[in-house]
């Protein structure tokens, strides 16, 4: 066709100009001038190529999948709601300097906003960071609260893990000076709650303390300089053996391997209170003040744990690093014990479900007299958890309800579509939750059949003798059994059947 002839000459014009190094205004123009050409042959080769799709490492929620979110969502907040936590939200993107120097190596996972008239900005990583940034500017000194919402990382997605680009975190913090270990036992005590209400199978939690392992390395003769580059490292354990972590030290951070060989020999332990114990009689580590300091806390931490009766979930596990550089003191994880599943062949692998730690100067580097805020708080990883409870759901075939629906308002005769709005209007404002079918006169089977397609437990049918008689027929859709209610007790009676009193 002659106007593709004309397209291909005027990208070919564009390409020499550029080539032969053209004045960029005369470029410019040419360029518009091929758009143009391109725009007007109706575009259709650029239909054809255009992929619909979600971007990479997002995914979309149907209704399915969304009623088992809000399942998950719903005995989350309860638990946050039943430790007395208030509710805040952040914007979706900060200005980039407050996410800045905050993750370590983990900062080039974070995705940069085009300059927007002036301030540069990224979508936050976490919620953490944004919380402290909020602490800091409305100088608050003692909060407990939650959020809930998605943070953004542009990391390697693997979907079937649960690990995406946006997803969501559920945040619950502890902001204020108290007495030590009391909130950070409670923290402990919330992921025990949540990870045995949504039972996900055999769990254990991970804890550890920064300044535990800064007393290792130093004991160990790692130089201060590597000590966060090595931590990251050790934080690499859950994932590969040892001999691999030993070689990226010495290989790759240049680490001797005398001192890699004496981390090996502290990373490789994990217990409760009889090493903690053991470790405080330790020649070396009793000998440094951090690490002495981090096991006294621990120590205490386990007696609190105790009393909570939880001990049998919590591993004291010295390999446990959290690569995040803003944690000083306790730091811990929530790990699913690998599982056979009869009903899946391959089992559900998804690592790590909740993390966090205490972050003492992270409020401090925001405040402008550099106040610090004591924080310790918890990450509840939903994303992973959501991919455990959809895989479940879907090999135990269980059909899962989208709506909460209560009752179907139906007609058994034509003309009678006034009379079910009129029933309808009624059951909406008592607060009942209630559907009908958007037709004049539809049949009787169909409106049964939408019943039992979507799990609807309830049908009201209006008749013309029902409303003689001033009842409406009641019908339990599980049993087929019909009565008749008086049009004035039906609220009460749906209610009662649907537990919703």
Same mark, same amino acid.
């Given at each position: 066709m002659a106007e593709e002839a004309a397209v291909r000459a005027q990208a070919e014009t564009v390409r020499r100009l550029k080539q032969d190094k053209a004045d960029p205004d005369e470029i410019a123009k040419e360029v518009a001038k091929l758009l143009d050409m391109k725009a007007q042959l109706g575009g259709d080769e650029g239909k054809q190529k255009f992929v619909l799709k979600t971007p990479k490492g997002t995914r979309d929620f149907g209704p399915k999948e969304m009623a088992i979110r809000e399942r998950a969502f719903k005995a989350i907040i309860s638990c946050f709601k039943r430790h007395g936590a208030e509710v805040i939200d952040t914007p979706v993107f900060e200005l980039k300097?407050?996410?800045?120097?905050?993750?370590?190596?983990?900062?080039?996972?974070?995705?940069?906003?085009?300059?927007?008239? /002036? #301030?540069?900005?990224? *979508?936050?990583?976490? $919620?953490?960071?944004?919380f402290a940034r909020y602490l800091a500017m409305n100088k608050i000194t003692n909060i407990k609260r939650y959020h809930i919402a998605k943070v953004y990382r542009r990391d390697n997605p693997a979907m079937t893990r649960g690990r995406y680009r946006e997803f969501y975190q559920c945040d619950f913090d502890i902001a204020g000076q108290f007495d030590p270990m009391i909130p950070d036992a409670e923290c402990l005590k919330i992921v025990h709650e949540i990870l045995s209400d949504l039972q996900l199978g055999d769990f254990v939690i991970k804890v550890n303390d920064r300044r535990i392992l800064d007393g290792m390395f130093a004991v160990c003769g790692v130089p201060d300089s590597k000590f966060r580059t090595i931590c990251s490292s050790v934080d690499k354990l859950d994932k590969v053996p040892w001999e691999e972590v030993r070689s990226e030290m010495v290989g790759e951070k240049g680490l001797s391997p005398e001192a890699a060989d004496r981390? /090996? #020999?502290?990373?490789? *332990?994990?217990?409760? $209170?009889?090493?903690?114990e053991r470790l405080l009689q330790d020649p070396k580590l009793s000998q440094n003040k951090l690490a002495k300091e981090g096991l006294g806390d621990m120590k205490l931490l386990f007696e609190y744990l105790t009393l909570f009766g939880i001990t049998g979930k919590i591993s004291f596990d010295l390999s446990l690093a959290r690569g995040l550089d803003y944690y000083t003191g306790v730091i811990f994880e929530a790990v699913l014990l690998q599982?056979?599943?009869?009903?899946?062949?391959?089992?559900?692998?998804?690592?790590?479900v909740a993390g966090g730690g205490r972050y003492d100067g992270l409020v401090g580097m925001f405040d402008p007299k550099g106040r610090k805020v004591p924080c310790v708080g918890v990450s509840i990883g939903v994303e992973r958890i959501f991919s455990i409870l959809e895989q479940r759901l879907e090999a135990s075939e269980e059909k899962i309800r989208t709506t909460e629906t209560q009752v179907l308002v139906a007609s058994a005769q034509k003309k009678l579509l006034e009379e079910r709005l009129k029933l309808i209007s009624e059951l909406w404002d008592a607060g009942i939750k209630a559907e009908m079918l958007y037709k004049k006169n539809p049949k009787l089977l169909n409106q049964l059949q939408y019943c039992e397609d979507t799990g609807i437990p309830l049908v009201a049918i209006v008749g013309e003798q029902e409303l003689k008689d001033g009842v409406v027929k009641l019908r339990i859709v599980a049993t087929r059994e019909e009565v008749n209610v008086r049009r004035e007790s039906l609220v009460e009676e749906i209610r009662i059947r649907t537990n919703q009193c």
């Open positions: 300097e407050t996410l800045t120097g905050k993750y370590g190596e983990d900062s080039k996972l974070i995705y940069d906003l085009k300059d927007q008239g /002036g #301030e540069l900005l990224s *979508l936050r990583y976490d $919620l953490t960071v944004p981390i /090996g #020999e502290y990373v490789q *332990l994990h217990g409760g $209170l009889e090493l903690i599982q056979e599943n009869q009903h899946v062949e391959e089992p559900v692998s998804v690592g790590s």
